[in-house]
């Protein structure tokens, strides 16, 4: 059956410009230049995006002379499922418990049907759940398994650091960089089997172009101009160079497959001080869960971390989605997956208006970590 994605609920313009963003933003300071992950990173193909390291993922392991089945969770953004429907896979959903693990009862029933071929798991916002357990079940099916580290950085570089820590044997697993760190752009993928991607970079020109708006060059020149009634957005003008033609798909395009990251990604991504980050995220959740007390509002999802999550966000279920306006509304950059695909699946159809996303990112100041403290704990029905 067709995929049918959801509309969109809200739209950015309708709420100020955020002083607490969703993700971190580009400091120089923030780089460790003595230290380079090369050897960590070695075997990582570094794509334009997480949904082109999907894609590309979907091709390698396409299976020839047969119809490909995949099953997806329900609860998702269509950056994930689009590759696949570019790729003419048959998509199914299987459904989420309302802590988003997996139901692995139901799980084993859909694969029951005999004909799925690959299985996507989702470490959603940087959360461990029962994943390595359906990995393991999966292990025993006749599927490609392919581990979603969008949100979880951590977890997917520890299939190359020699960290000692056991990871679970997958066919591919993607990430997505610019979730966690400061780049433009950025995908991640690690195949286990060798395949050949053909992945071309942009010109120099437009890398330069790219560092100079990663540094906040046109951002500056924009401003200056709109002080002198010459008001031009540069950063849509950037923006507007470094995207492509449309396709019938929202998120998803055909030149993701074949598109490099800007190698400032890969620079920027190898220099990254990823111990440190992991440890002020995991505070930052806990400053955070622990001082919002507003169950009028909602609760979070998790309570508390285990050793192996590194929130990419704090995913809180609001008692009624009026909340996420008034919040937006305060300058809080809250997300929330808003177009998921129609399912059975009726905690996802659920989630989509009340699970949030609330930044807890490294580079949150503590009068930041208090105002969103606040203003959810000031927040009345
Ligand atoms: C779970 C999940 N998978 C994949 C993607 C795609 O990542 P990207 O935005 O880097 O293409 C996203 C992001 O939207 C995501 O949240």
Redesign the pocket.
């Known amino acids: 059956m067709a995929v049918k994605f959801l509309n969109p609920l809200a739209d950015a313009s309708q709420f100020p410009t955020p002083s607490v963003t969703a993700t971190p933003k580009f400091r120089l300071r923030d780089l460790d230049l003595a230290q380079h992950a090369k050897g960590d990173v070695r075997e990582t193909i570094f794509t334009r995006?997480?949904?082109?390291?999907?894609g590309i993922a979907g091709t390698a392991l396409r299976k020839e002379n047969r119809k490909n089945v995949i099953l997806i969770p329900a609860y998702?953004?269509p950056?994930?499922v689009e590759p696949f429907i570019w790729l003419d896979y048959e998509i199914r959903f299987y459904p989420v418990k309302a802590d988003l693990t997996v139901d692995t009862s139901l799980l084993k029933k859909a694969i029951c049907a005999g004909d799925v071929t690959h299985c996507v798991v989702?470490r959603?916002f940087g959360f461990g759940q029962n994943n390595d357990e359906v990995i393991q079940f999966l292990h025993s099916q006749p599927v490609e398994i392919i581990e979603?580290c969008?949100?979880s950085l951590f977890r997917f570089v520890d299939h190359f650091a020699d960290s000692g820590k056991q990871v679970p044997d997958v066919s591919a697993s993607?990430c997505?960089?610019?979730?966690i760190l400061p780049t433009i752009d950025?995908?991640a993928l690690y195949l286990k089997n060798k395949y050949e991607a053909k992945l071309t970079h942009v010109g120099w020109l437009e890398e330069a172009k790219a560092c100079a708006f990663i540094v906040g060059i046109p951002q500056f020149v924009g401003r200056l101009k709109a002080r002198f009634k010459k008001s031009k957005n540069e950063t849509a003008g950037v923006c507007a160079e470094l995207s492509e033609e449309d396709s019938h798909l929202r998120?998803f395009q055909p030149i993701?497959l074949v598109s490099a990251s800007y190698r400032n990604t890969k620079s920027i991504f190898c220099h990254s001080n990823l111990k440190l980050i992991r440890k002020k995220r995991r505070r930052n959740f806990e400053y955070i869960v622990n001082n919002i007390n507003n169950p009028k509002v909602g609760a979070p999802l998790f309570n508390c971390l285990k050793d192996e999550d590194i929130p990419y966000v704090i995913p809180f279920l609001l008692t009624d989605e009026c909340y996420f306006y008034q919040i937006r509304k305060k300058g809080i950059q809250i997300l929330r997956?808003e177009e998921v695909a129609v399912s059975d699946c009726s905690i996802s159809q659920d989630y989509r208006s009340r699970l949030i996303q609330i930044p807890c990112h490294q580079q949150l100041s503590s009068s930041q970590l208090n105002f969103i403290v606040d203003t959810f704990n000031q927040l009345r029905p």
């Open positions: 995006n997480g949904r082109g390291a999907i998702h953004c950056a994930l989702v959603y979603d969008a949100h993607i997505s960089i610019n979730k950025g995908g998120y993701d997956w």
